[in-house]
């Protein structure tokens, strides 16, 4: 299995229905992502973008084409997403614009957490969850609440939470979009660093030129396609 992209999408295509007519979201996007690996993804809004996401992180399923990670086939058109939760759970991280902390649990609770919903036992989540931090400069953070924290370092904390598992998978819908431009180099760096030192495939869906410097590689989305 090695050698495999960590994510191949082949097809990817998702219409919906809108009144009298279909909108095709996305419309036969083939693309590979490798292990360590950092993607942009740019284009146009309302180009496909979040869409490509939601299908390639298992979140919905495409109307026709295919999302295979590490060299097997995980979601088509027939597909249960009930059936893949426990796949999106152990293989893929996501982050989001916003970094939806949990607001009453701690920086370090907030990432324990979500190893323990994938029943790593309490003491264990939290040295890790510790480790995590650590690695990510905010050990200083780790006991405080996600209101205490800059907006640059709940999305740090978002991005440990995203990582907790190791998956070998992160997707993130444009998560600098409510940083300043300081604190949007340094989420994007963290990134950069993540995909070299730890060989994770990173998709990151941006409107930034700002870091374009950092990507391997930009696909550019128009009208649901990747523009040639
Ligand atoms: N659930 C839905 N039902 C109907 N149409 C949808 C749905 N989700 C997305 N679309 C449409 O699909 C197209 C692509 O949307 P998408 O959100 O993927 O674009 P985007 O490139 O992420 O845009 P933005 O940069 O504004 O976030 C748009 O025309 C959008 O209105």
Not at 35 to 60: C, H, N, Q, R, Y
Not at 120 to 128: F, K, N, S, Y
Request: aromatic share 4%.
């Amino acid at each position: 299995m090695s050698g495999a992209p960590v994510l191949s999408a082949r097809g990817l295509t998702r219409h919906y229905a809108s009144g009298a007519g279909v909108v095709r979201a996305l419309d036969g996007v083939s693309f590979d992502i490798a292990a360590g690996e950092l993607v942009g993804i740019f284009g146009p809004s309302g180009s496909g973008k979040s869409t490509f996401l939601m299908l390639a992180g298992l979140l919905e399923r495409p109307s026709a084409g295919e999302v295979w990670l590490g060299g097997q086939r995980v979601s088509h058109a027939g597909v249960h997403l009930d059936g893949l939760r426990a796949t999106r759970r152990r293989r893929i991280g996501f982050v989001f614009q916003r970094a939806n902390l949990i607001p009453f649990l701690s920086a370090i609770e907030n990432v324990a957490l979500s190893l323990e919903i994938a029943d790593v036992a309490p003491p264990d989540a939290r040295h890790h969850a510790r480790r995590l931090l650590e690695a990510l400069d905010l050990a200083h953070r780790a006991d405080s609440l996600p209101a205490r924290l800059s907006g640059g370092e709940q999305q740090r904390v978002a991005v440990a939470r995203a990582l907790a598992n190791g998956p070998p998978l992160i997707l993130a819908d444009e998560p600098t979009a409510a940083l300043d431009s300081a604190r949007s180099r340094q989420v994007m760096q963290l990134f950069r660093r993540i995909a070299t030192t730890r060989g994770t495939a990173v998709a990151v869906v941006t409107h930034d030129p700002r870091s374009v410097d950092l990507f391997d590689r930009i696909v550019e989305f128009e009208d649901g396609r990747i523009k040639k």
